[in-house]
């Protein structure tokens, strides 16, 4: 195994825990390690500090496997997926939904590897050197622990090319399983396309969220901005909205939206789907002098790294503004950004400034954010990306 020495001072925010050496930390290593092999990090002075995978092609160099030396072989990720698993049971996270996240990388200790569940179908996603060198042995560990027997890799992140590696997709165990899939959440049915969807084929992280305005959709009107697949639409029209009007770019997500209003036998008559693009679709409203009670905003990520953070918060402000000149008085917007670049308290001050700049008085009476199964370490706060705010609209005074 390789030892890679940093440069003096460079272990400190390897002793608060975080998993990431980039580029400009390493000293010397004693031998070029081969992509994704494990290697000992020391400091400059010689000391153990931990084992990780060896990314050649990434600023960021390694990522950590361990703080100990224990090995790191396939009993070592046989104990890393168990610990996800059990984490996710004691959560009683199955109680709501059939999908669910079972490793978020990072966040449980296994850098590069994201594995959802849906259904009795295991969705992978590889992302780093690391989790491509172990990839065949994470699959058959995925199997067995879960005693599942369906595995479909998705590793076709765009993050994948800076780590010099091509997209790969397709089944890597099992067949004969029909596309696309049905899945449940809290109580209700959608469809997912593990081929073509997004992300591993569904917005996991929302569940929650979209519960919560199934409850608050009653008798109102709704505009869903960036709908996909229906998340939020179907559960404001089973929490009994008036009507729902759902915008989106795609299509194909369009279509789905469509077919899990029908899935659910809800009322169709009262659903508007719009194919369009959000910012020219929200003036066009202003224009029309539109108005909703309901408005959501569940746009994609503008803003990956902060390096993107300023032309985001324009972004997000544009869509928040118009979103609180559509808002009826009394009425609620349920806003979120996804962007790992923008945090929580960046996001509050730029709907606040949307908010100002729309001349209207709102008040934040929730936050919310990804689902239990979509953790946080606390070492690792780059993997709190989601959050939401749900601001109400004061009425005028008098
Ligand atoms: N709310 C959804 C997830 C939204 S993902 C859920 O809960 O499942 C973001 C969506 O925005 C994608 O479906 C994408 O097609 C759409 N999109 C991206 N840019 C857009 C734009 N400018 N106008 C309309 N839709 C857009």
Known sequence: MADLILKPGREKSLLRRHPWIFSGAIHHLDEEPASGSTVNLLSADGHFLARASYSPASQIRA?????????????FFRKRIRAAIEMRRRLNVESDADSYRLIYAESDSLPGLIVDRYGEVLVLQSLTAGAEYWKDTLASLLLEETGLAILYERSDADVRELE??????????GENYQLPITITEHNLRFLVNLQTGHKTGFYLDQRNNRLRVRELAKDRDVL???????????????????????VDSSAEALELCKENIALNDLPVSRHT???GDVFQLLRKFRDENR?????ILDPPKFAPTAAHAEKAARAYKDINLLAFKLLRPGGILVTFSCSGGVDAGLFQKIVAGAALDAGVEAQVVEWLSQAADHPVSLHFPESAYLKGLVCIKQRPEG
């Open 273 to 275: 789907a719009l194919e």
């Open 63 to 75: 990522r950590v496997w361990t703080f100990t030396d224990e090995p790191v072989d396939r009993e």
């Open 224 to 246: 869903d901005c960036f709908c996909y697949t229906g998340g939020f639409t179907v559960n404001a029209l089973a929490g009994g909205a008036k009507s729902v009007l759902s």
């Open 164 to 173: 010099g590696l091509q997209p790969k997709v397709g089944l890597l165990s």
């Open 291 to 295: 108005s909703f009670d309901l408005i």
